[in-house]
């Protein structure tokens, strides 16, 4: 009887030391646990007499009931402690503002890439995806460019392999003209009757490449959407009509145009179209140089023998075909003074767009 109640005495003693969910278990073990002293009383009751036994058997139930309900009630103090506790540091302000996501946006010259193809599309313009590595004859020889005709130092090219090539390596379209032949030829070659392939109205863009000195003009890399109408009857009317009604949509309905006599290898006659400047309303400033015209693109009458790398028949067929650059038409738009932001990747840039 005396070592039950040293047996409840130390272990309620010890357990007012215990203020954490590990101590608390290691207590229950300790004095509650399987080989708990308090269960080797348990254990040797056998032992004691028939007189002794049921008093003895009825102390050690006791202390073990007060054992257990001294450890429910510590357990529930421990608990509440730590429920208190977390409460405290996890404690959330919920007027506090919110930390704003950064945003993404489109790059400018997607923006302006995206517009010139709405434009285009509205005006029945299909858009033709070619692909960005090229061979010579693609991106040069099928587009009336002679080998090595000096007009090609105008396009310092990016050669991927010329081993074994001979005149035709492959490079990196410096242009997307080459997506001109690789669309009449597919229209060729999926037209019922190939001597008539059907009438093509397409818009070409993408990423072009030239082996140029970076410079604030000037990128080795940089977007072009081309335009391409081939049928009976287009005549220059048609592309003068159709780059004006163009230039009226992108730049307002009051835009002013003008054609100056050009050159390409692959139209003729050839032109470059310029809008009134859009700054200063064609009075002169520095954007347009003080000439009151901006510069925005190359266009022409598909010349023949282009037709003909394409598959189509000059004698029955014309088209007409311009092609212009989304970053220089972003750069007038929105006063960009250098090329090299564009693909600088600068935050503090392109968060303007
Ligand atoms: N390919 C020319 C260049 O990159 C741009 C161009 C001019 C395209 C006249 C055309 C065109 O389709 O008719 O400089």
Known sequence: MNQLNDIETSALQALESVTDEDALQAWKTAHIGRSSPLMQVFAGLGKLSKEEKPAVGQAANRVKLALESAFEARAQIIKDAALAKSLEEEQLDVTLPGRPAPRGRLHPSTVQLRRMLDILAEMGFQVYTSREVETDEFNFQFLNFPLHHPAREMQDSFYVETEGRGDNPILLRTHTSPGQIRAMRDAVAAAPDPANPPPIRIALPGMCYRYEQITARSEIQFNQVEGLAVGTNITFADLKGTLTDFARRMFG?????????????????????????????????????????????????????????????????????????????????????????????????????
């Open 253 to 353: 309905q009051g835009a002013r145009v003008r054609f100056r006599a050009d050159h390409f290898p692959f139209t003729e006659p050839s032109a470059e179209m310029d809008v009134e400047c859009f700054v200063c309303g064609g009075k002169g400033c520095s954007v347009c140089k003080r000439s009151g015209w901006l510069e925005i693109l190359g266009c022409g009458m598909v010349h023949p023998n282009v037709l003909m790398s394409g598959g189509y028949d000059p004698k029955r067929y014309t088209g007409f075909a311009f092609g212009m650059g989304p970053e220089r038409q972003a750069m007038l738009r929105y006063r960009i003074e250098d090329i090299r932001y564009f693909w600088g990747n600068d935050v503090r840039f392109l968060e303007q767009f």
